[in-house]
């Protein structure tokens, strides 16, 4: 027996449970991107500002630093396993695109979770009483570490290669409409580009266009599966 990837969704027997796993998986892909979205909004500072500008910032608003921390680890937890159902959906379609993809989407999540949140740190530093400046030199301290630079440049450019591969598998396998893929090819390229100026509704933006892209292939894996089917 094989499996081989299908264009036309199959029309087999569905067990029990699948259909409410398809489902989940399609509204943690979906609402993910949104509480990124809302999360970036929030943050008090400009995401392209020195240290002391960033630590200035959130010592004067940590009531809302903390939410947007909140909305950005709920925001992880959910997309991790939603992206894993994009990535199955779009290697039915085209192997080598889907699979690049989703991993390298998937990792570079994995990357940027492993590397301390500022936020966090200076809101923990800021309850007990630690000073802003040395708030500062922490932060700077921090961001000069190898083990923490890797993993953000890896991130950088996992996000974004991984969301244009995925992207073109789903456009080439017309899983998705051609619209509704590109805004996932350009989601992130232009998420990039918007955080390094600081440009916070741009960034936003990226997010929301990432939310339809992902939110169409979760309809889809909703509605059909992965597309694989099974041959004698």
């Known amino acids: 027996m094989t499996t081989t990837p299908s264009r036309t969704p199959a029309t087999d027997v569905t067990p029990a449970g699948t259909g409410t796993a398809r489902l989940l998986a399609a509204v943690?892909?979906?609402?993910?991107?949104?509480?990124?979205?809302?999360?970036?909004?929030?943050?008090?500072?400009?995401?392209?500002?020195?240290?002391?500008?960033?630590?200035?910032?959130?010592?004067?608003?940590?009531?809302?630093?903390?939410?947007?921390?909140?909305?950005?680890?709920?925001?992880?937890?959910?997309?991790?396993?939603?992206?894993?159902?994009?990535?199955?959906?779009?290697?039915?379609?085209?192997?080598?695109?889907?699979?690049?993809?989703?991993?390298?989407?998937?990792?570079?999540?994995?990357?940027?979770?492993?590397?301390?949140?500022?936020?966090?740190?200076?809101?923990?530093a800021y309850a007990k009483g630690v000073r802003q400046e040395d708030v500062v030199r922490m932060a700077d301290g921090v961001n000069g570490l190898p083990v923490v630079g890797g993993p953000i440049l890896y991130f950088v450019v996992a996000h974004v290669v991984g969301a244009i591969l995925l992207g073109v598998a789903l456009l080439r396998g017309r899983a998705i409409p051609a619209w509704a893929a590109w805004l996932l090819i350009l989601s992130m390229p232009i998420n990039a580009a918007a955080y390094l100026t600081g440009l916070a509704p741009l960034t936003a933006a990226s997010f929301l266009m990432l939310a339809i892209g992902c939110g169409y292939a979760g309809l889809t894996f909703t509605r059909h599966g992965t597309g694989w089917t099974r041959t004698a």
């Open 28 to 124: 943690a892909v979906t609402l993910a991107p949104v509480l990124f979205a809302v999360a970036n909004l929030l943050i008090p500072y400009d995401t392209n500002g020195s240290s002391k500008e960033i630590a200035r910032d959130i010592a004067a608003h940590q009531g809302v630093t903390e939410l947007a921390a909140w909305l950005w680890t709920v925001g992880t937890v959910l997309f991790l396993p939603g992206i894993v159902a994009v990535g199955l959906l779009a290697t039915a379609r085209s192997p080598r695109l889907g699979l690049w993809g989703a991993a390298l989407f998937g990792t570079g999540l994995v990357a940027i979770g492993t590397t301390p949140s500022l936020d966090t740190v200076a809101l923990g």
